[in-house]
């Protein structure tokens, strides 16, 4: 007969867990603050630019939904 192994608590669990995530953020390459920063601006503009677009589409779509149902 195969010995059944004994499934770790979890408490053992929690603890693996946290000392394999502390292992990994530890590899991290972080950015610097200038790098963060530019980075951040990127991604406002990016969305201030896609919520134009959005917005600029949906009125379109709206305005030609109106017509279609008008007919």
Not at 17 to 38: D, I, Q
Not at 58 to 70: E, H
Request: proline share 4%.
């Amino acid at each position: 007969m195969a010995t059944k192994e004994k499934k770790p608590s979890i408490l053992q669990r929690l603890k693996r867990f946290w000392r394999e995530s502390v292992g990994e953020l530890r590899k991290v390459t972080w950015p610097t603050p200038k790098e963060a920063w530019e980075l951040t601006k990127i991604v406002l503009i990016v969305t201030l630019i896609m919520s134009a677009v959005l917005g600029i589409m949906d009125f379109v779509f709206s305005r030609l939904i109106g017509l279609l149902v008008t007919i």
